[in-house]
């Protein structure tokens, strides 16, 4: 008889045999086959279930009910369960872990430990329901200073002589972030591509290509160049209202992406312009970009494919060195940059990378425009950024340390119905959002989750409105790098030197 | 008046900013005949509601003629060996015309009075930066670095006086009578905290450019970042500083049309725009998307002095009008007149017995600009564009 | 963006179209030469040739139909970017990049090549007569009818065909003397690090060397089987037509092919238990 290692399971099912009513919609609904009919009862195998709560929101009895099976290990503060788990998990299997979504552990968040501004007598706040309080942000590239020439003898003769970079605008600075087709279902892109063109903000295509039924949403759509150029053609790069040249996500800086055969269906397949069942590897760096300047002959190369009407960006993970990095994309021609920090998500990371890599976004941020206004080349492009901004006082910090737009993907994920059981890159997701399983992906209906993405980022934009508001300022441009409107509560000063906020009470 | 804090402020209040209410005042000539001070000092010290007796201060354009070529440095000094230390240095870098003592006078029983001191000053000519550019670094670096001096103004042929009291004591303090102006700003102030500063009173000034201010920008953090970039230090903590700025690196430095830099700091609506002719949208889109950081928020009335690229007097209010702003011209049409309350054109009308052909609220947000020899150009009445000739030459996306 | 550009349009009865890149003896800048050849190809022009070529970038980036451009003088980096359908003919050596992601089309390199060659391509042939340098064929795909093939007459250095997830690689390995002579190259048909990570796609050398130990994670040597080397004969031929080679010298030695272990060289690396 030889020794288990497997480890104990996370979660226990438990079935109110009771009320269950057999009628075995959960084990239908189970895509992890943790649950199944036994012919008498519903049986459950706990090491199975990863909490998707499918079966719990399917069963018509409400008998289900997922409990944390968390009684048995003897206590440790240092080995915790979590750690334990990847030793048992690397010995068993000798492999680099995977994981999905952001990093889960528990470190502070510094956008927490920020606190709003608010007016008292000397200035009045503003009724956003009543008076306009402005969203809209330019997306592109601007001049340093717009060139007039007056004539000085009838000073009403003015001609305006700057030719400008193209822009595009947008009606609330958000911008959903770049899911592929592939790591996220055909339906879920069609239900965020539809909620970005209504609310007109942005959605990032992903890396995988942009599948012809999304052509029609490319105007809210910033299509993506990562390494594995997949799916990229011209028709690509001229139907997208900008595009932006991936070097890193900040769930896995320094690491390229990996979609395997098996999820390349036909759909895959027409989008990355890959046959059917070939890998996509994304290699870990651009081969045609190994330096600063080669990056500039990348966007330099995108500009010139296009004509120069599309707005080039560059994305980049926050690692320790951005800021000087973000510098030299500007310099390079960037009419973008987007910045993700290190909690933000994936379909796919290897969670040592995931869980160690980088640096939190609301330092990122502050660098970033900081080193940018050094060198007098922040307000010519356009700041995005990303990395767990979770609800809509994120945003708003992100936007007062200095960013233009702020960029998630979770809050929309949770908005269809994902409820964060970390499990995409198997691509079994119950609730039809990160798979390709024609079976699964049915189940996420696109207008619910279209209007579902919707009413979220309209209580976003109307929560931001009501910050604004309070603040007495008018409009969004008015708040971006405002830090004077921050302070800090955390525990370490150092962190509110770096973000130029005060602390509380000063 | 309190006889302390000349050139800083107290330590335990550094870094923090000043909040303040106030009343503004100011006028201009359009023929460049000057007036003594007595019409500004009466336009102003009407307005006594609006100040606490913590702050005022005057700007008079067109006092020093005989030194019209030179920068007139205005300077509060704390003692003799500051000043002895900034002549020195100030000699290391450009030629010292006159240096001479501003008259004041100075109560009886003062210890410890400041020494309020001008000099005419010409920096060395160099081939690779202006005149101008010199002088603002030079005075970003006195007023950051250099112990026991302030620089309150740095314009030519023109000047500012202001200080810690209230309006009628420091018009009286600084003899504003005696010195003849086309242009005149004056600034009566109510500040939340008392620890106010001599050089922390209206107006704020950087060469040419004066302003006087009522209200918070609640954009300060994003304004004074943005003139961060560009290489201003806004030491003073107050949001009128960066207003100054604004108008400097705007008009002087990056030389946008008056009315443009007016539409950029107070930009109309989204909607307003979007129902414009094409070529307007374009313009102001840009100007909205470029100028971002520089647009002001809040509530806010201002005054500002120009003497470049022509002197001249404007006047803008916030475009959701939050604080007050009343215009007048007088019967023969040669003179403007701001304030933040009506009063002080009927202070002038029962004191001096002055006929104004037409007094008007402006709208919000739009700028009232009157030119030197080119006389009301906008009432502050008009729509963006109005009585501009724009023509848009630049395309859009290549 | 870009300034007035005047053309003179000098043949106004012939499709084809002549722009010095150099007027007196000053390179125009990349973005005025392609705003040229942009402008000309909108006026219906269908061939331009360009003379005195010096290191301009981006030339032919994203053009698309039945176009030829003809260049004498070197061409800069990402000749024919996300090109879609045109033919490139450069008289000469050519930089890094030639053919970064391109769709379809064609294009001959009379003299040496740079590094990264096709990178991402997805369609369309490169001809390069003579060496070329690391990386090349990098990370070639194919797509429905869309089959890129890259065709090195002379020897390739490290990295060819790294993962490659399709189409078709050949190297011949020869010398091309200045006097017109051809001969088997002294150096080796190809470097370190051969077809590393490639999972789709052929790589066919012409070589007796023992490629074993030169090759990467992932790939493995072959024999040619003679329907595979059938299959490769249009290619060679077109080749040898396009240099005017004589292709008895081909035929003196045999070919070696090497191809992915596996569609999924890594697929064993990761797991992802629950944590």
């Known amino acids: 008889m030889s020794l288990s290692h497997n480890f104990p399971s996370y979660f226990h099912i438990k079935v109110d045999r009771e009320i269950c009513r057999k009628c075995k919609r959960c084990t239908n609904h189970c895509s992890y086959n943790a649950l199944s009919f036994n012919g008498e009862q519903i049986v459950s195998d706990d090491s199975k279930c990863v909490s998707c709560q499918r079966c719990v929101a399917m069963c018509p009895s409400g008998a289900i009910r997922i409990e944390k099976n968390d009684s048995y290990l003897p206590p440790h503060g240092n080995y915790t369960q979590r750690i334990r788990n990847i030793i048992w998990s690397q010995s068993g299997n000798g492999g680099v872990l995977l994981s999905a979504t952001g990093n889960d552990r528990p470190i502070r968040s510094i956008f927490d430990d ?171 760096p651009h081969h045609d970009i190994y330096s600063i300047e080669d990056l500039a002959q990348l966007i330099s190369a995108l500009k010139e494919a296009t004509r120069y009407t599309v707005p080039i960006g560059v994305k980049i993970a926050a690692v320790h060195n951005s800021a000087p990095i973000a510098v030299g994309i500007v310099r390079g021609g960037a009419d973008f940059l987007t910045i993700d920090g290190f909690r933000g998500g994936t379909g796919a990371a290897p969670r040592i990378i995931r869980d160690h890599a980088g640096i939190p976004i609301e330092l990122a941020i502050a660098a970033v425009d900081s080193r940018l206004r050094e060198e007098n080349l922040r307000d010519e492009v356009t700041l995005v950024a990303g990395g767990s901004i979770r609800y809509s006082a994120d945003l708003i910090k992100a936007i007062a340390l200095g960013a233009d737009v702020g960029m998630c ?72 790098s405002n830090r004077d409107r921050l302070r800090y509560i955390g525990p370490n000063p150092k962190i509110a030197d770096i973000l130029g906020v005060k602390h509380a009470g000063e | 008046m309190k006889w302390n804090n000349y050139t800083s402020l107290v330590e335990k209040f550094r870094n923090q900013r000043v909040f303040d209410g106030c009343g503004i005042s100011g006028y201009i000539n359009l023929d460049k005949k000057r007036d003594n001070g007595e019409q500004i000092i009466d336009m102003l010290s009407i307005l006594s509601e609006r100040e606490n007796g913590l702050g005022a201060g005057f700007a008079g354009y067109g006092i020093y003629p005989k030194y019209k070529e030179y920068y007139a440095l205005h300077l509060l000094i ?32 003062v210890n410890n009075p400041p020494i309020t001191w001008r000099i005419f000053y010409e920096p060395k000519h160099k081939e690779s930066i202006s005149d101008d550019a010199q002088m603002v670094r030079l005075i970003m670096k006195l007023n950051d670095t250099f112990d026991g001096v302030f620089v309150i103004s740095s314009g030519k042929n023109m000047g500012v006086f202001k200080g810690n009291g209230w309006s009628h004591e420091i018009a009286d303090f600084y003899q504003i009578k005696d010195y003849k102006a086309y242009m005149w700003l004056a600034h009566s102030r109510f500040p939340t905290n008392t620890p106010g500063w001599w050089g922390g009173a209206h107006p704020f000034n950087l060469l040419g450019t004066s302003v006087v201010h009522n209200g918070e920008i609640t954009s300060y953090g994003t304004n004074m970042r943005y003139l961060e970039s560009f290489g201003y230090k806004c030491t003073l903590f107050t949001d009128t500083e960066v207003i100054a700025y604004l108008f400097d690196l705007l008009i002087r430095k990056q030389k946008i049309p008056i009315p443009i830099t007016t539409i950029a700091l107070a930009p109309p609506l989204f909607t307003t725009i979007e129902n414009m002719e094409q070529k307007y949208q374009i313009a102001l889109k840009n100007i909205r998307a470029t100028y971002r950081s520089a647009m002001l928020n809040g509530p806010f009335s201002i005054v500002v002095g120009l003497n470049y690229p ?71 009445r008009e729509s963006p564009f109005e009585k501009i000739n724009l023509k848009v030459e630049g395309t859009i996306g290549g | 963006m870009i300034e007035n550009i005047k053309i003179e349009y000098r043949k106004e009865n012939s499709a084809e179209f002549e722009i010095n890149a150099a007027p007196n003896g000053n390179p125009l800048n990349y973005k005025i030469l392609n705003e040229k050849i942009y402008q000309i190809i909108k006026k219906g022009y269908t061939k331009v040739v360009l003379n005195n070529v010096c290191g301009q970038r981006f030339i032919g980036a994203s053009l698309q139909g039945q176009l030829k451009i003809e260049i004498n003088g070197l061409p800069g980096n990402d000749l024919g970017i996300f090109m879609d359908g045109p033919e490139i003919i450069v008289n000469g050596n050519s930089e890094d990049q030639i053919g970064n992601t391109m769709n379809n089309g064609k294009i001959i390199i009379h003299g040496d090549g740079g590094d990264v060659i096709g990178l991402s391509a997805r369609g369309g042939k490169i001809y390069v007569k003579k060496d070329v340098g690391y990386r090349v064929g990098i990370h070639i795909k194919e797509f429905e009818h869309k089959f890129p093939v890259l065709l090195i007459g002379g020897t390739a250095k490290d990295f060819l065909g790294e993962y490659m997830a399709g189409g078709l690689i050949i190297v011949l390995g020869l010398e091309f003397k200045s006097d017109g002579t051809v001969s088997e190259s002294k150096y080796p048909i190809c470097g370190e690090g051969l077809g590393t990570g490639i999972h789709r796609g052929k790589i066919i050398l012409r070589t007796v060397e023992d490629l074993g130990s030169r090759l990467g994670v992932g790939a493995k040597v072959y024999d040619l089987k003679k329907e595979t080397e059938k299959t490769i004969k249009p290619y060679i031929k077109e080749f040898c037509d396009t240099f005017k080679i004589n292709p008895d010298i081909i035929n003196l030695k045999p070919y070696q092919i090497v191809k992915p272990i596996s569609k999924r060289p890594f697929g064993g690396n990761f797991c992802g238990n629950l944590i």
């Open chain 1, 409 to 480: 993907c979770m809050p929309v994920l949770i908005a269809m119905g994902c409820r964060v059981c970390q499990q995409c890159f198997r691509g079994l997701c119950s609730w039809g959002i990160a798979t390709q399983q024609e079976y699964l992906v049915k189940r996420l209906d696109i207008d619910v989750a279209r209007n579902r993405i919707i009413n979220l980022f309209h209580s976003w934009n109307e929560e931001l409105k009501e910050v604004l508001g309070a603040m007495g300022i008018d409009s969004v441009e008015s708040l971006r």
């Open chain 2, 310 to 380: 022509k002197p001249t007097l404007i006047g803008l209010s916030d475009r959701k009008k939050l604080r007050p702003l009343v215009a007048a011209i007088s019967n023969d049409e040669n003179s403007v007149f701001l304030s933040s309350e009506e009063a002080s054109f009927k202070r002038l009308k029962l004191c001096e017995d002055y006929n104004f052909k037409r007094i008007w609220h402006p709208k919000s947000g739009t700028a009232i600009i009157a030119q030197v020899g080119k006389g009301l150009l906008r009432d502050g």
């Open chain 1, 114 to 284: 920020l606190l709003l501004d608010a007016c008292q007598v000397t200035n009045p706040s503003i009724d956003p329901l009543r008076e306009t309080i402005e969203t809209k942000v330019f997306f592109g590239r601007k001049p340093k200073k717009i060139v007039f020439s007056e004539d000085l003898e009838d000073p009403n003769n003015i001609s305006l002589k700057t030719e400008f970079m193209p822009n595009f605008e947008i009606d609330s600075p958000i911008m959903i972030g770049h899911m592929s087709l592939g790591s996220i279902s055909y339906n879920a892109c069609m239900a965020i591509y539809q909620a970005a063109k209504k609310l007109n903000i942005l959605a990032g295509s992903g890396e995988g290509g942009l599948h012809q039924d999304f052509y029609e949403y490319g105007p809210n759509i910033i299509t993506e160049i990562a390494s594995g150029r997949f799916g990229v053609d011209i028709n690509y790069l001229q139907n997208a209202a900008g595009i932006e040249i991936k070097i890193g996500q900040g769930a896995k800086p320094g690491h390229g992406g990996h979609l395997p055969g098996e999820k390349v269906n036909s759909l895959i397949s027409q989008t990355r312009m890959i046959p059917k069942g070939s890998d996509a590897l994304s290699p870990y």
């Open chain 2, 78 to 109: 704390d003692d003799e060996d500051s000043k002895e230390n900034l002549i020195r240095y100030l000699g290391d870098f450009g030629n010292i015309i006159q240096s001479e003592p501003i008259p004041t006078k100075i109560p009886p029983n």
